[in-house]
């Protein structure tokens, strides 16, 4: 826990993936801020910085791969940049290749492994 | 009521009344004259056993036969009916799907025994091989555990318990007969997730069977799956309420 706290919004339409992964991120100090569709992220992006974001592939108004490409054609520098990792419950229709086409820098294959999670947001933010 | 899942495709009036009539002292049965009524009616019900005419008119016989398994899914036995046995290559037709190819004219009694065995046999098929297998964990303590290293007691247990609920109101929306709305489909495939994600491993399984079912239409499979989806929720609910602290204690 050497690290600032940094802030991790999840895009997630799950509340009891959101409430577990607050939980878990927090333990590790991270604070986390959830969005329920792809919308809120943009929202959300827009009104505040952000360290990472963890997206949700599937999501109700605008899924994670829109999202993601919204929030890469932003004009600011610091958003458009911002690292994003995938959660996919269907990791097995798109090749680790096509989530970097998306925008994504990483993705994470559902059901979570929260160690895995940890690891992967570790190794992003370092 | 027991549903009208087994259908008759025959385009010969009075065969297609005697096998209702025959079929009908063991099972509802549903019957149809042509291909396209067929495969209408078998994309909007579960069917479990097709007893269907070799030579159709109004279809491809191949296409047909290939379109009737997929929507019906793999638990779907189809019989063939022929008038020249000697001349069909039955072995073409296992190669298909088909379960058996029989001759007609049919024998009454032999006909009701081969349907009875077939249906039997199709009875003991889903005790041995269950689409969620009876040695599997409600709960993996394994991820229970990682889960528990990883955040607090507390909030664990609480994310279980919402996590049923959950599962409980998706419960209620289910109608087994009923391939799923795109919104309960959605349900399903959140369920899968958050099951797999916590450990709830029979649930886990079954979900990723219903959803698998709704996606590809096969009615039949998706009523199954949903009678284990159901029983899933109900043994990790009795779990939760049997260890009140510690799951696996």
Do not use: W
Not at chain 1, 21 to 29: G, R, Y
Not at chain 2, 94 to 119: A, C, M, T, Y
Request: glycine fraction near 4%.
């Amino acid at each position: 826990m050497a690290h600032d706290q940094m802030k991790i919004l999840v895009g997630e339409d799950s509340s009891i993936i959101i409430n577990l992964t607050k939980s878990v991120l927090a333990f590790e100090n991270y604070s986390l801020k959830a969005a329920r569709n792809g919308k809120q992220v943009l929202e959300m992006l827009a009104e505040e910085d952000f360290d990472l974001i963890l997206m949700d592939i599937t999501m109700p108004q605008m899924d994670g791969i829109q999202c993601t490409k919204e929030i890469r054609k932003l004009a600011d520098p610091k958003k458009n940049s911002i690292p994003i990792i995938a959660i996919s419950g269907n990791a097995a229709n798109h090749t680790p290749e096509d989530f970097r086409k998306f925008g994504f820098d990483d993705f994470i294959q559902k059901p979570l492994n929260y160690d895995l999670v940890l690891a992967t947001v570790k190794k992003i933010l370092s | 009521m027991k549903s009208k899942n087994i259908l008759i495709v025959e385009n010969k009036e009075q065969e297609r009344k005697l096998f209702e009539y025959l079929i009908g002292q063991l099972h509802p049965c549903a019957s149809v004259d042509t291909g396209e009524d067929a495969l209408n009616y078998i994309a909007q019900n579960p069917v479990r056993l097709v007893l269907l005419t070799l030579h159709l008119a109004d279809l491809e016989s191949l296409d047909f036969f290939k379109n009737t398994k997929k929507l019906c899914g793999e638990s779907c036995m189809l019989v063939g009916l022929t008038s020249n046995l000697q001349q069909v290559n039955v072995p073409f037709y296992h190669s298909l799907g088909f379960e058996e190819v029989l001759s007609k004219p049919i024998r009454p009694k032999e006909f009701i025994l081969k349907i009875q065995s077939l249906l039997e046999k199709q009875e003991k098929e889903k005790i041995k091989n269950p689409i969620v297998p009876e040695s599997l964990p409600i709960l993996n303590i394994e991820v229970y555990q990682q889960l528990l290293r990883l955040s607090t007691q507390e909030v664990i247990r609480q994310v279980y318990v919402d996590f049923i609920q959950e599962c409980l109101s998706l419960s209620e929306l289910l109608i087994p007969n009923e391939l799923p709305s795109e919104e309960i489909l959605r349900a399903i495939h959140t369920i899968k997730g958050n099951s797999g994600t916590l450990g709830a491993e029979k649930i886990h399984v079954a979900a990723k069977s219903s959803e698998s079912a709704a996606r590809q239409q096969k009615s039949i499979d998706f009523a199954e799956s949903v009678h284990y989806l159901k029983v899933a929720f109900a043994e990790f609910q009795e779990y939760l309420n049997k260890y009140p602290n510690e799951y696996g204690a």
